[in-house]
């Protein structure tokens, strides 16, 4: 099953210590994981956290600005997220503590009727 996390902070945030390990749990379970992150947030004092890989998932980022205004650095990010919604197709999205910029994960729902989960915690 393809599957995608949508998390709300860096790979290595506090944020998303909980989704690392669900998605860990899910690739020893033979699923294709795909996690998306922003790469740079206040929680990590807007320095760049960047892994390609995590725990056997594949991580993207979409767009940020280099920028400390989150209108200005997180809108890029959203219609970038919403970019790859769109063309890629997911069996599965996963958002994790729904937020601004994980909210766009519901256009696979509008658009291809992809089971979403939404959790929050």
Do not use: C
Request: no cysteine.
């Amino acid at each position: 099953m393809k599957i995608l996390l949508l998390a709300s902070g860096t790979p290595h945030s506090s944020l998303t210590h909980r989704l690392v390990a669900f998605g860990a749990e899910l690739v020893r379970h033979g699923h294709n994981v795909t996690m998306a992150a922003p790469q740079r947030d206040r929680h990590s004092q807007w320095h760049t956290d960047k892994p390609t890989t995590l725990e056997g998932m594949t991580v993207i980022y979409p767009p940020q600005a280099p920028s400390r205004s989150y209108p200005v650095t997180f809108l890029p990010y959203i219609v970038g997220l919403a970019w790859h919604l769109i063309w890629q197709r997911y069996d599965l999205v996963y958002i994790y503590k729904p937020t601004p910029l994980t909210v766009m994960g519901l256009i696979t729902k509008l658009l291809r009727r992809t089971t979403i989960v939404a959790d929050y915690d």
